[in-house]
């Protein structure tokens, strides 16, 4: 099977999500999971491997021990979603994707097994998107003798495809409200199913998270036996220099003499906190009996590389590209404004999934900026850009309708001046929509995407 028939097979079987009506019947095991691993020959037990559940930070909790693991002279797996601008992003290899010939040939294993249990009836039907690219990355990571792995969990945990490795570490980063027609309508309920991913006797590590959330887990690691370690409670945190790609900062332990001072390449606060959890893991590790050093620690933080997040692509004009999609993401996003951008003019495109808290986000951003333009990535949840601007209108000065995601961010920096700031943010889609066509811009605009004219809507400050 080629490359371009496995995608295409693929994305036949839809995304991790489906659309929000069909979302709220829609049933998550782990049977089918499970019984393809097995069939595989259980490759999700051939390396030891880490764990990473919550709603903000756990990518780039995951991007940061990776690297971390991978200074310390690992072979790593890396195992994370969804994709920004291609699929094979999903599943790494000492920091590398999947080339397509490999990505072909894993699915191709999978897929061959899957056709013969749906015919002999151990299947009752196709596994989902999401089984499939995880049985790929057990297989290819076994395959390539990765000897650590590190797995981000895609929704939720408790029943999550990846809930059914035997982690040495387990991590929780922070945990507010997203996905709650999946997973409840509560933070308690919410961080009940993302520590599902405990298991007995574990060895956890905690984020800072609120007083509830951080009840529940205390409340499964003690039910599991498991070691929990708190970072809000342990550990402590300086930023020395905080500037959007070269920041430094200072970890040390309360009661400890233990201290180490890091160059962070990714941009917000909230990033040293997600450095700060990678390092106390990988320190962990280094108790268990991993090779592990201070100097790996540093030299791995100071090389992850993780797109998408605050990521800017332009210093002639201010223009950064952002997944935010949550109000907790949101609440960061205008602190780093906030601290970076104070007194200059911030334009923003925004465009998000139906799903999300589009108007509590927008009462978050808007009033920050100077002007919004509307748009939508190129996704079958997102929300349409004219009726995003109808509900959240109100919450800006001056909003633009441009429904295509590239006509959109060329709006922006058309009405940017030289000291201004072009931020594009609201969706892990839109920053890989975004980060598709950056490189391309070059070509004339016009006979890549058709470009409408813009509608604007204008509202008194």
Not at 173 to 178: A, H, L, Q, R
Not at 242 to 267: C, I, M, Q, Y
Not at 330 to 341: D, G, I, K, T, Y
């Amino acid at each position: 099977m080629t490359y371009d028939e496995a995608v295409r097979i693929l994305l036949s079987l839809g995304r991790e999500l489906a659309a929000p009506r069909q979302a709220r019947v829609q049933k998550f095991d782990l049977q089918n999971i499970t019984l393809l691993a097995r069939r595989l020959g259980s490759p999700h037990r051939a390396s030891p491997c880490a764990h990473i559940a919550g709603t903000n930070g756990k990518g780039s909790t995951a991007a940061f021990l990776e690297s971390i693991l991978r200074a310390a002279g690992f072979k790593t797996g890396l195992y994370t979603s969804p994709h920004l601008v291609r699929i094979n992003e999903r599943i790494r290899v000492n920091g590398e994707e999947i080339s397509d010939e490999d990505f072909a040939a894993a699915f191709t294993r999978v897929h061959d097994l899957i056709e013969e249990l749906l015919a002999s009836g151990a299947l009752a039907a196709h596994p989902t998107f999401f089984e499939c690219v995880t049985a790929m990355a057990f297989e290819h990571f076994a395959r390539l003798h990765v000897e650590f792995a590190v797995y981000e969990v895609g929704l939720g945990g408790r029943l999550d495809s990846t809930n059914i490795i035997e982690p040495v570490l387990t991590i929780i980063t922070p945990i507010d409200f997203d996905h709650e027609d999946y997973l409840g309508h509560s933070l308690e309920l919410i961080a009940g199913e993302k520590a599902g991913i405990i298991k007995p006797g574990a060895l956890v590590v905690g984020a800072a998270q609120p007083t509830e959330v951080a009840a529940v887990i205390r409340k499964i690691a003690k039910e599991k036996n498991a070691r929990l370690v708190l970072i809000a409670r342990d550990y402590r945190s300086e930023i020395l220099v905080a500037s959007p790609g070269n920041s430094r900062a200072v970890f040390t332990k309360l009661g400890s003499d233990w201290r180490l001072e890091v160059e962070l390449p990714l941009a917000g606060r909230f990033q040293v906190q997600n450095a700060l959890t990678a390092a106390v893991a990988a320190r962990l590790l280094g108790e268990l009996g991993f090779r592990m050093s201070d100097a790996a620690i540093a030299r791995g933080i100071a090389g992850t590389r993780w797109p998408g997040r605050l990521q800017q692509v332009s210093e002639r004009t201010s223009v950064f590209i952002d997944g935010t999609h949550n109000p907790a993401g949101a609440r960061e996003l205008v602190a780093f404004w906030r601290e970076q951008f104070s007194g200059r003019r911030i334009y923003l495109v925004y465009g998000a999934m139906r799903d999300k808290a589009v108007d509590e986000i927008a009462g978050l951003l808007f009033p920050e900026v100077e002007a919004v333009i509307a748009t939508a990535p190129r996704q079958s949840r997102a929300i349409s850009a004219e009726v995003l601007a109808e509900m959240t209108g109100h919450h800006a000065r001056q909003i633009d309708v441009v429904p295509i995601a590239e006509v959109a961010l060329e709006r922006a920096m058309e009405l940017a001046g030289a000291d201004d700031v072009v931020f594009a943010t609201g969706s892990l889609y839109l920053a890989g929509d975004l980060l598709r066509y950056w490189p391309t811009r070059g070509v004339k605009l016009a006979g890549a995407v058709p470009a409408p004219a813009a509608a604007a809507v204008r509202r008194d400050s």
